[in-house]
């Protein structure tokens, strides 16, 4: 057996940061074959309930109801495992075949599927077991990421699938780890690059959006339970439209045709034109529906930091009364380091969540929360540049519409509130508060259209053409939002300085 395994070995393709083999079932088969040559008496289905974690056995088979002739793929997976110290959380990434469908006009097409952000071992190794009190506990992070990539039409019956999902994955599920973010159906995350990795600057697919995967249905597993998520590669234009409008219908619109995916949504890097190019009676449509029904967008991820403004000081300010720049006139209250925007390539990852609900909802995972709340008499808020034009939409399409907005951290978030907005801390009287990690601010409706007017230039500026910093005052209200990079000193501290 042992020469069987060190054959096997020393027959894997070497990839960057990984090893392409043959999937379990490849050591499983050349362990079943020495058993019987060595006459032991050992069932197949009994080596494999040995050798594979519970968590991970579970996933496989429901992998194997769609593809029960590759109990066989291609992998990738990772030389040192990341409970073994390891920089790459996904243990496996299986790339199946997938003859697609000719009656819904499905094309072929390579079907990745991650395994390592559900817990495959429940042993603690990696995850620990869901504590939030659920009915149906989560496994891990509840769910593993799929990806879909059209073949090319002439391509050999003998190809081998393209590694570079496996590396877009893993740098996904990296940012998962390290932010403690889960995705779900409809975030969208801005990439900026082409998703293979090229340089080639006229790749038009450069961003994702996250659907469900449409052939994996939630799996339970020993664990809890398992969704399989899917990324989409979408334009530019399109990222930008399912920001402002709604991720889950976006995905709807690229399923209409093939060329924009198709049913199962399958990325084709070769796709240059956006859905509303194809399609524009859908891009007025959209607008339409901004402005009657507001946007389901409610939130983003951005570094910021505030701090409370003493009673009163702005109106000074424009008073020109006593203001030395040095002094002391606001208490600081806190400062947070947004590590959901993780660095990935000197690129900010940012990832938007949606909600069409006018109540407040904990930002946060994790339910325990102060009941404690720290009225502010003012707040500054500055907030990173690339977030800058979500103001507003924030204000624009969610305020006005009577709905609320967060820009979230990992430790820290600040929620902007419609004054018709319930189960907030805020209101007239209190327009601003702190309740552990979680700031809100109230924007009234008179405000509202000022507000819009401001931010105008920022919904039509790229990050790099604004002249920062900038600042936008309403003193009467005590309010201040500067547009600027936070100073990295700040940024080094995480979580509340209230307790």
């Known amino acids: 057996i042992n020469a069987c395994l060190c054959l096997a070995l020393c027959f894997t393709a070497v990839s960057i940061g990984a090893l392409l083999v043959e999937f379990y079932f490849t050591f499983l088969n050349l362990l079943t074959n020495a058993a019987m040559a060595a006459n032991v008496p050992e069932k197949e289905s009994v080596l494999k309930k040995r050798i594979l974690p519970r968590g991970l056995q579970k996933l496989i088979e429901q992998c194997l109801k769609i593809y029960p002739d590759q109990t066989n ?297 102060p009941s404690r709340v720290f009225p502010l008499t003012g707040i500054e808020l500055t907030l990173a540049p690339y977030a800058a034009k979500f103001l507003m939409l924030a204000v624009r399409d969610r305020i006005r519409h009577g709905r609320h907005f967060t820009f979230k951290a990992q430790h820290m978030a600040v929620t902007f509130v419609a004054e018709s907005v319930t189960g907030s801390i805020v209101n007239r009287q209190t327009p601003y508060a702190v309740l552990g990690s979680w700031v809100q601010i109230l924007i009234p409706n008179r405000l509202i259209p000022r507000m819009v007017d401001s931010f105008g230039e920022l919904s039509t500026r790229s990050a790099d053409s604004l002249k920062i910093p900038l600042t936008y005052e309403w003193p009467e209200q005590n309010l201040k939002f500067i547009i600027d990079n936070p100073p990295p000193e700040l940024l080094n501290q995480q979580g509340p300085i209230l307790a």
């Open 73 to 369: 793929p291609l992998q990738v997976t990772t030389v040192l495992k990341y409970w073994l110290g390891g920089l790459d959380p996904l243990d496996y990434i299986s790339m199946y075949h997938n003859a697609g469908d000719p009656e819904q006009n499905i094309p072929p097409h390579w079907h990745y599927v991650s395994f390592g952000l559900s817990d495959l071992h429940g042993d603690g190794r990696v995850h620990l077991a869901d504590t939030s009190g659920g009915l149906e506990p989560r496994s891990g992070m509840g769910f593993e990421l799929t990806f879909r990539l059209i073949k090319s039409p002439d391509a050999p019956a003998n190809e081998r699938p393209p590694t570079w999902p496996a590396n877009l994955l893993q740098s996904l599920a990296k940012y998962v780890f390290q932010s403690g973010n889960r995705l779900c159906t409809g975030d969208n995350i801005p990439w900026r690059r082409s998703l293979d990795g090229s340089k080639d600057a006229n790749t038009a697919i450069q961003h994702m959006l996250i659907a469900e995967d449409p052939q994996l249905p939630r799996t339970e597993t020993p664990f809890g339970w398992v969704d399989f998520l899917q990324i989409v590669g979408v334009t530019s234009e399109e990222l930008e439209q399912a920001s402002r409008w709604n991720g889950k219908g976006m995905l709807n619109l690229l399923t209409k045709d093939p060329a924009t995916g198709g049913p199962w949504l399958i990325t084709d890097m070769a796709r240059s034109s956006s859905v509303f190019e194809q399609f524009p009676e859908t891009l007025r449509q959209l607008e339409l529906d901004l402005e009657k029904e507001g946007s389901d967008l409610a939130g983003v991820n951005a570094d910021f930091t505030f701090k409370e403004l003493a009673k009163g000081a702005l109106t000074a300010a424009i008073k020109e009364e006593v203001l030395d720049p040095d002094e002391d006139l606001s208490r600081s209250i806190s400062t947070c380091n947004i590590a959901v925007k993780q660095e990935a390539n000197d690129d900010a990852l940012e990832q938007s969540t949606g909600s069409t609900s006018s109540d407040m909802v904990n930002p946060f995972d994790n339910p325990n929360i």
